[in-house]
């Protein structure tokens, strides 16, 4: 019977060992060496956009926040999250090496719920700009959500985090 008990405890070991290591890379947002390696300093024009008082009945808005990378070497985004399921972003490029003109990757939204889907590998080489489309959805919280309403769209980069914020007052 101990022997069982041992080789139980050594595999429920293991699975914690590895169960903490998947953790924190999902803590880390799951960037490697390579996307570290990349330093830049990411800023944004505005970091902050109010949209006045917007109705529930009126439908989703939008804005978009315009970011750069202000250093000397490349910059890599790996992560875009959402504060709140009410709100989602997009990250848009231009890109004049392929069709359409433009690289378009998202919808991101809010860890947890959703697709999961906030990873992202995009270079912005030394100076070079991107976008942030931010849709705010102000009947997404019924009429529990009226009144004046704060939201963050976090971009992480080898060039650190940045938040985005958006406030509205939203009437019924």
Known sequence: MKKYQNIIFTFLGAILVLGLIWFLQFL????????????GAISAENTLFDFGTISMA??????????????????TIYKIYTSCMCTEAFFVKNDSSI???????????????????????????PNEEADIEVIFDPAAHGPAGIGLIEREVYIESSG????????TNVTP
């Open 28 to 39: 880390s947002g799951g960037q490697d060496s390579e996307s570290l390696s990349t330093g």
């Open 58 to 75: 009126a439908g989703k808005v939008s804005h978009t926040f315009k970011i750069k990378n202000t250093a000397a070497e490349p910059l």
């Open 99 to 125: 069709n359409s003109g433009q690289v378009k990757k998202g919808p991101f939204g809010m860890p947890g719920h959703g697709d999961g889907n906030s990873r992202l590998k995009q270079i912005l080489a």
């Open 160 to 167: 650190g985090k940045l938040a985005l914020k958006i406030k």
